[in-house]
């Protein structure tokens, strides 16, 4: 998954995801879940345990080495509870967001911000794109670290990388995936933009901002 997963409820999503992997595919090892999805063996082997114990899977030996984790018609249907608090929690979290951005924005053009560059590809980064469409501030390109860059289009934009940011000519960069170490690039790109006046946004303001709601 990507950056959305910094503010769902752990718990819940992992069992939601544990349920849909199930369903697909019940004879598959703990070690292969917990490779999927990012999380502990020990984490994976607990969440498994509770769901045998609340009736939402059954566990049926296939050979000596092999077990399957076939889903109940319980679980089924707290699968189907699980999705419907998720999409309800998604709804929430996109329309804050959106209104945080609108924020942004705001305050960008009160600075006489005229160009902006989005640094980071993300599903946050859609968001400020659509948001943007209703002000008076150009999206000047989409930009993305060499190690994460790809020959690509977004929006109609050609993906470049963070050293040709000074290219599109911007006023502010706005770093649009959430980075928990970000200051080698920064460092980067404090250089590439030399003595040149231009503001810095940050997505990890608005991860602040998001848990003060709740």
């Not at 967001?97 to 609108?102: A, N, Q, V």
């Not at 860059?149 to 963070?162: A, S």
């Not at 933009?193 to 998001?210: C, E, Q, T």
Request: hydrophobic share 40%.
């Amino acid at each position: 998954m990507g950056s959305l997963d910094l503010f769902r409820p752990p718990q819940e999503m992992r069992e939601l995801s544990l349920l849909q992997e199930l369903e697909k595919n019940p004879i598959v090892s703990q070690r292969e879940l917990s490779n999927k999805f990012g999380i502990a063996l020990g984490v994976t082997n607990a969440c498994l345990k509770r769901m045998v114990r609340r009736g939402w899977i059954r566990i049926k030996e296939i050979d000596r080495r092999k077990v399957g984790y076939y889903i109940t018609q319980k679980g089924l249907s707290e699968k189907t509870k699980l999705t419907i608090r998720f999409l309800s929690y998604i709804f929430k979290y996109y329309t804050e967001l959106k209104s945080i951005f609108e924020h942004k924005f705001l305050e960008m053009e009160k600075r006489g911000i005229r160009r902006v560059v989005f640094y980071g590809v993300s599903d946050e980064m859609e968001i400020a794109y659509i948001t943007i469409q209703g002000t008076n501030i150009e999206l000047a390109g989409i930009v993305e670290d060499k190690e994460n860059w790809r020959p690509t289009k977004i929006f109609g934009y050609e993906l470049k990388k963070l050293d040709e940011i000074m290219e599109m000519t911007p006023d502010a960069v706005f770093i649009t995936s959430f980075r928990e170490t970000i200051e080698p690039e920064l460092e980067w790109l404090k250089y590439l933009i030399g003595p040149k006046k231009i503001f810095f946004y940050y997505l990890l303001d608005v991860r602040r901002m998001i848990h003060s709601m709740k």
